[in-house]
């Protein structure tokens, strides 16, 4: 049996005090496996993932990790297991892009050492991947929105880790890049057995490249399984409050859209 890499029971979280975010969530992730998760704006899916990677402190629950509780981990030992993109990032330092996405291979340079050429040449091989590599001389603050992301994604390719968090990762890019992200994790996760958890607000995009989908809402997991029993037009009007269209091929749905009186009534109110 494959057992799980990464084990979340019990989660809470509260920023604000008797104001929980979410309460008792449990999960269990393994490898070789894409997860999605879903919900609404401030339905915690941020919050979530900076629980699993260890930049929030949960106030309830565990969190284990290859059999370890998060706790237990060093910083670099988090780096070699988790590589993590988050939603939001702002650098004030002028980095090469280069020089950005050979810091995913700061986990394994020692302090006082350079990057090899290994490191290097896997930095660049991340590059090439995410199709960045024009881009590399450039300074990190002198790029576009969608360009910026596609260089944090290289970067947590270049970390080389068992598992990725990647939160919203398809954000600011244009339509062949989305596929480009959503493929190359794809691969990574069927191919190297990786374990990739993303927070997405595209159903279409859970729908045909997540292996499991999770939908956060109003602090809890309403509904989790195979994209094709959780994206459903049910689930998207409970979540969204909207009402959608489900797109099916040989009786398997392949995409929702919003129903036509959405989209013609002009004015939206749920
Ligand atoms: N730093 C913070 N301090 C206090 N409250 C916060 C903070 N960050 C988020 N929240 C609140 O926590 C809740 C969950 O936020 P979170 O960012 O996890 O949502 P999300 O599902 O990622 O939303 P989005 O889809 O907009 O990214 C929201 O109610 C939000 O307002
Ligand atoms: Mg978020």
Known sequence: MNMPLLEVEHLGFCYEKDKRVFDDISFQFRKGMLYALMGGNGSGKTTILRCLSGILSRDAGSITIAGRSIESLSRQECARLMSVVPQEHTIIFPYLVSNMVIMGRAPYIGSFSNPSEKDKAIAQEAMHETGITHLSDKLYTKISGGERQLVLIARALAQNTPIMILDEPTNHLDFRNQIRVLSILKRLVRDKGLLAIIATHDPNHALNYADEVMILHQGRIISR??????????????????????????????????????????????
């Open 225 to 270: 399984g195979s994209p094709q029993e959780v994206i459903n037009s049910r689930n998207i009007k409970q979540v969204y409050a909207v009402d959608v269209e489900e797109i099916r091929k040989e009786n398997l749905i392949r995409g929702v859209m919003p129903a036509l009186d959405h989209l013609s009534r002009g004015n939206f109110t749920s």
